[in-house]
Each structure stands twice: as C-alpha cells, then as structure tokens.
C-alpha cells in the first residue's frame, strides 16, 4: 500500500516534468497494443536493457515511451500536457536520467505524503503512470511484498 501511493507520487512529480521522456521527439505513430515493435539499429526489436548505450536509450525513448506516454497524460490533461515532450521528464537541461529532474517523493509512516497534497496526480500515477512504464520498459510493477519491480523510483529519487 504505501509502495502503491509511493508510485502515485513518482509520477506526482511527473506533473511539474511528466513521465520518463526520452531526448529525442516524440515517434509519429503512436504505441499500444497491435503496434509494431520498435527497431533497433540494423532491424532488431528494441527492447529495454538498463546497460543499452545512451544512443539505444534514447531511440526506444523516441519510438515506445514518448507516443504511449503522451498520450496518457494528454488524456490525463489535455492543457497541462499539450506539448509532451523529453523536457516533461527529464527537465528544461535535459538531464540524464529523470530522478535528476523529477520532484523528490517523501514517504512518512509508511504513506506517501505527496498523496495528501495532490491526490489525483498521485492516483494517476500509481493507477496508470508506473504500471505502463513497467510494462514498456519490459520489467514487473513494483510489488510491496518482495520490494521489487518498476515504481515510483523508476523515475523519482525516493525519501523513505
């Protein structure tokens, strides 16, 4: 539970930058289920691995995250997320990776406080954020129990 509401804020700060961008523009055709799977260079599916190089990083980023991810949070907030892009998550210096841009999420008995002050991005987040970036990037959603799987801190530093 207090993992669920930690996700909701990870993308909680996905507000002020949004969720895990990629460098590069967004892919014209969106993602989802039936598209065809990205290419990497030389005709192979592009598929995630945290040790790609930063090149490799950035076309997946261009080709699965920014199309599905756009358009999540334009139905999220059509005005506040108009113009999605890389900055949305990685910020205005385009930082490396987005728990460098991303706001800072705090955890406080066992709740994420983010909750309390903005509870609909955090729901958003936990409810359709972390779960479709999980499922892009190819890992499990984080699981309280075994404390494993793609959450919150997959894009926002975390205070426990």
Not at 30 to 38: D, H, L, Q, R
Not at 91 to 107: D, R, S, Y
Not at 118 to 126: E, R, S
Request: hydrophobic fraction near 35%; aromatic fraction near 8%.
């Amino acid at each position: 539970m207090a993992r669920s509401t930690y996700c909701l804020g990870l993308l909680f700060a996905a507000t002020a930058l949004v969720a895990c961008g990629g460098s590069q523009p967004a892919a014209e055709a969106p993602a989802g289920p039936g598209a065809a799977p990205a290419e990497a260079p030389g005709g192979a599916e592009l598929v995630w691995k945290d040790d790609m190089p930063t090149k490799e990083k950035a076309e997946f980023m261009k080709q699965k995250v920014m199309p599905a991810m756009s358009k999540t949070f334009q139905e999220y907030d059509a005005k506040k997320y108009e113009k999605f892009n890389c900055k949305t998550c990685h910020g205005p210096e385009m930082k490396p990776k987005p728990v460098e841009a991303l706001p800072e999420l705090h955890f406080k008995d066992g709740k994420l406080t983010e909750a309390d002050t903005n509870p609909d991005i955090v729901k958003f987040m936990h409810d359709k954020v972390a779960p479709q970036m999980a499922d892009i990037f190819g890992k499990k959603p984080y699981d309280p129990a075994t404390k494993e799987g793609f959450g919150c801190n997959g894009c926002h530093k975390v205070n426990m």
